[in-house]
């Protein structure tokens, strides 16, 4: 089933066919938050509230230096790629920039 799909990829991928907008379509809508639960608990959907949670959580997170601290070094990478270890070394250099842009 894999190889029949990745075949039609091939044959209909690169063109700006029907198929490729709904492929992108569906990568769009997988990579969407719809639904957010709060740290109080509430249930969030509206886009704007979402957006709003996600950034109070990080701001909180990477202004407190105590949380840095009391992350495990062996901790498994983000999705970034990057460990706790990374993150205590580099924060010196790196946590104008990353609290900029929360």
Excluded: C
Excluded at 32 to 55: A, H, R, V, Y
Aim: aromatic share 10%; glycine share 4%.
């Amino acid at each position: 089933m894999k190889q029949k799909s990745r075949a039609q990829w091939i044959k209909l991928g690169d063109a700006n066919t029907k198929y490729f907008s709904a492929v992108v379509k569906e990568r769009m809508q997988r990579k969407t938050i719809s639904k957010l639960t709060s740290l109080d608990g509430k249930t969030l959907t509206e886009l704007k509230d979402i957006k709003e949670e996600i950034i109070s959580f990080y701001k909180w997170l990477m202004g407190s230096a105590t949380s840095l601290k009391a992350m495990r070094d062996e901790k498994t990478p983000g999705v970034d790629g990057y460990n706790a270890v990374f993150f205590k070394k580099a924060w010196p250099i790196i946590k104008h920039d990353i609290i900029a842009t929360i």
